[in-house]
Nanobody
């Protein structure tokens, strides 16, 4: 089970920190990622991290977003800086057993409930 939190409303240029808490499985065996979705559009890959802290970022967030994980606390954090209006979306925490960092949402088995991020201009 994945529980995402930390969304909210922020002005352009501001920051937010999303967290994803996992329960029920051996967290360290799973890659954790974030996708986002705007109504009427496909889910978009944002970033992912595997058990060895290897990461993959979408080009649109490189240099602004940073993902980190704490296996002892079963959590993954997403620090989002210099937010832009185009970052506005519902953000979903995802998990998949193994070390692959998929950008295809169909390859992630476990999905959290989503948290809204709104960036005003």
């Amino acid at each position: 089970q994945l529980q995402a939190c930390g969304g909210g409303l922020v002005q352009a240029g501001g920051s937010l920190r999303l967290s994803c808490a996992a329960s029920g499985r051996t967290f360290s065996n799973y890659a954790i990622g974030w996708f986002r979705q705007v109504p009427g559009e496909e889910r978009e890959f944002v970033v992912a991290i595997n058990w060895s802290a290897e990461t993959d970022y979408a080009d649109s967030v490189k240099g602004r977003f940073t993902i980190s994980r704490d296996n002892a606390k079963n959590t993954v954090n997403l620090q989002m800086n210099n937010l832009k209006p185009e970052d506005t979306a519902v953000y979903y925490c995802v998990a998949e057993r193994g070390g692959s960092l998929y950008s295809n949402p169909r390859l992630w088995t476990y999905w959290g409930q989503g948290t809204q991020v709104t960036v005003s201009s």
